[in-house]
């Protein structure tokens, strides 16, 4: 069966329309002008008090409200969380899985936490293998939707975690504006409304996919997707919020809410199981940093592509990018070539550690930086990079929520959490609200893979919130959603702030890239020269410099492949904060 289609290919589609309506209205008018600053960007929004940067306004508030209340900045992430899972569905839910950065200034420590759960203990590889085969075809991978790539949802685990490490208020405050939303309805944003739309005609198309779809179309799409300014209500996800806020985390891992997945499970013949929950545990991880140009640059373990971050920084920093204009060829080739060589290792080393052991040291050290800085011709683009070879890319498509949030006390966290693929697997259980995620596609169906699907194992991960510290004081919780386009959008950001002096929202608003193709960990591998795309902003001599250099550059001028940022710095002398958001999304920054 052919259920394969492209996200790119559709959204072209469904931009078609838009782009004939733009061509006859031409010629159309650009961007004003500003009094300071970049002409294609905004002011920071600054704040002394507390301050949230999140893909929705209302989200923004709700954080703001708790923060007034007395609440952590913890407290404010999870009630930012539950609102996101309601109102932006398409890029996170109670379904999924969630990391997290933490910088406490109790401790003065920078704490992770890996919320990311694990594949049905009962169903082995061979099985995995057979059950995929029947609908992928062989040797196709696991599909991206039904049951085969559904997980166990580690979200909820997170938000307890976190609560108990650094809550203040009860959780029954923290979930309330979600719950209030749930019940009596908010209205839909534009871009989640576009993306609502892409969800549901790709849900049809794959239909046959997906074990059961009733349930999702009952929740969210009895009319259609919703449209941009429609009231959109959730009362079965008020009410899992209401028993999250009366019975804690038990309800979910080992109560009522694992059960009805259970039962679901076994009406459609999936294999998550009760068992499966109750052993479920989030994770407090160490954060692994490196050294970018004065800058302690931290991210989250394997089994996310945190670390490749720091890789392709580890790479750059054996180069002056300052010699040469950011909007230059050189300067983007540089940062293309060093993504093409940490996502080669990024495919061949990174699993959950609880099952492999990855070479994180020698991964993350200044001399394998160094050796594999030596490999980037300056003048042209490598035809086909290789992993390098220890001592003794995944980049597939992703949609994601990045929030952060700081308080009066210092505390600021950064942190990412998704379904996967959209809204995730197609499957809603009885009477939840909420969509189980689709990240077990991950898995690779090769034996000897690191990332081999096996039996309670955790799959690769593209979500990774990102934190920066300078002279061992935080400067800045950040994050950039969009499966791989994440690590390198980190290092674009990163690469605009610190090489070449940008603000916080300059730095996001900036034109980027998005390169694709290379090894992957799930297989099959795509093309190992792989494909450039830029947004408008990069000028016409930067992309024929980078074609004649030997890159495949296609220029995108919709914002859809480039990720959503999000950011918050503080003054270390001061205490203010600022921060930015994503003109590619709805969201906003709110402070006080």
């Given at each position: ?9 559709f ?5 078609c ?9 031409e ?26 940067a999140?893909?929705h ?58 919320a ?13 293998k ?14 991206p939707?039904?049951h ?15 609560h ?10 923290i979930?309330?504006?979600?719950i ?9 944003s ?9 969800n ?118 054996n ?23 940490a996502?080669?290792?990024?495919a061949k080393f990174?699993?959950d ?7 994180i ?13 030596a490999?980037?011709?300056p ?10 070879t ?22 600021m966290v ?6 996967y ?8 259980p009885?009477?939840l609200?909420?969509?189980?995620q ?15 699907y ?9 979500i ?21 386009m ?16 940008m603000?916080?929202?300059?730095a ?5 890239f ?6 992957t960990?799930?297989?099959?591998d ?14 016409a001599e ?21 990720g959503?940022?999000q950011a ?12 930015a ?12």
């Amino acid at each position: 069966m052919a259920f394969i289609i492209s996200k790119a290919a559709f959204l072209s589609a469904l931009l078609c329309a838009c782009a004939s309506t733009a061509l006859a209205q031409e010629p159309t008018l650009g961007a004003g002008g500003r009094p300071i600053d970049a002409d294609w960007s905004r002011s920071p929004v600054y704040a002394e008090h507390g301050i949230a940067a999140t893909a929705h306004p209302l989200a923004s508030q709700i954080a703001i409200d708790i923060l007034k209340k007395g609440g952590s900045a913890a407290d404010a992430a999870i009630a930012v969380n539950a609102a996101l899972g309601l109102m932006e569905p398409t890029g996170c839910g109670l379904g999924g899985d969630l990391f997290a950065i933490v910088w406490d200034p109790k401790t003065e420590k920078l704490y992770g936490l890996n919320a990311s759960g694990r594949a049905p203990m009962g169903r082995t590889l061979e099985e995995t293998k057979a059950k995929a085969a029947a609908i992928m075809g062989e040797g196709k991978g696991i599909p991206p939707l039904g049951h085969l790539p559904a997980s166990v949802p580690g979200a909820a685990s997170g938000w307890f975690a976190l609560h108990e490490k650094f809550g203040k208020l009860p959780m029954r405050t923290i979930l309330e504006p979600a719950i209030g939303y749930a019940e009596n309805g908010f209205p839909v944003s534009p871009v989640i409304a576009f993306y609502m739309q892409y969800n549901l005609a790709r849900f049809e198309e794959l239909e046959p996919m997906i074990d059961e779809f009733d349930n999702a179309r009952a929740i969210w799409f009895t009319d259609g997707p919703p449209k941009a300014g429609e009231i959109f209500k959730n009362p079965d996800l008020a009410e899992t919020y209401r028993l999250l806020a009366k019975k804690g985390r038990k309800a979910f891992y080992e109560g009522e809410i694992a059960q009805t997945i259970d039962a679901y499970m076994k009406r459609i013949g999936g294999d998550l199981r009760y068992e499966d929950f109750a052993a479920h545990e989030a994770e407090w991880v160490e954060p692994g940093c490196v050294d970018y140009k004065g800058y302690d640059v931290c991210e989250l373990p394997p089994n996310g592509q945190g670390f490749a971050a720091l890789q392709m920084l580890n790479i750059l920093k054996n180069v002056d990018l300052t010699q040469w204009p950011r909007a230059s060829a050189e300067v983007f080739h540089y940062m293309v070539e060093a993504k093409r060589l940490a996502f080669e290792d990024l495919a061949k080393f990174y699993a959950d550690p609880a099952f492999v052991d990855v070479p994180i040291d020698w991964l993350l050290s200044d001399e394998y930086g160094a050796e594999r800085f030596a490999l980037i011709d300056p003048k042209k683009a490598m035809t086909d990079p290789a992993p390098g070879t220890p001592p003794a890319s995944i980049d597939g498509e992703g949609d994601t929520t990045y929030f952060t949030v700081a308080d009066k006390d210092g505390m600021m966290v950064s942190l990412i959490q998704s379904n996967y693929r959209g809204m995730g697997s197609g499957l809603a259980p009885d009477g939840l609200g909420f969509m189980l995620q689709d990240r077990g596609e991950l898995f690779s169906l090769d034996p000897d893979h690191p990332n081999a699907y096996a039996p309670g194992k955790r799959p690769f991960h593209t979500i990774i919130p990102a934190f920066v510290m300078k002279d061992g004081k935080p400067f800045m919780s950040f994050g950039l959603m969009g499966g791989g386009m994440q690590p390198q959008g980190h290092v674009q950001v990163l690469v605009n702030m610190i090489d070449y002096g940008m603000n916080v929202q300059e730095a996001g608003d900036a034109a980027r890239f998005h390169h694709s193709g290379g090894r992957t960990s799930a297989g099959p591998d795509g093309d190992p020269l792989g494909q450039i795309d830029i947004e408008p902003g990069v000028p016409a001599e930067t992309v024929a410099k980078l074609k004649a250099m030997g890159h495949k550059v296609n220029m995108v001028d919709n914002g859809l492949v480039f990720g959503g940022y999000q950011a918050i710095i503080r003054d270390p002398e001061t205490g203010v904060y600022s921060g930015a958001t994503e003109m590619r999304k709805d969201g906003t920054v709110a402070g006080y």
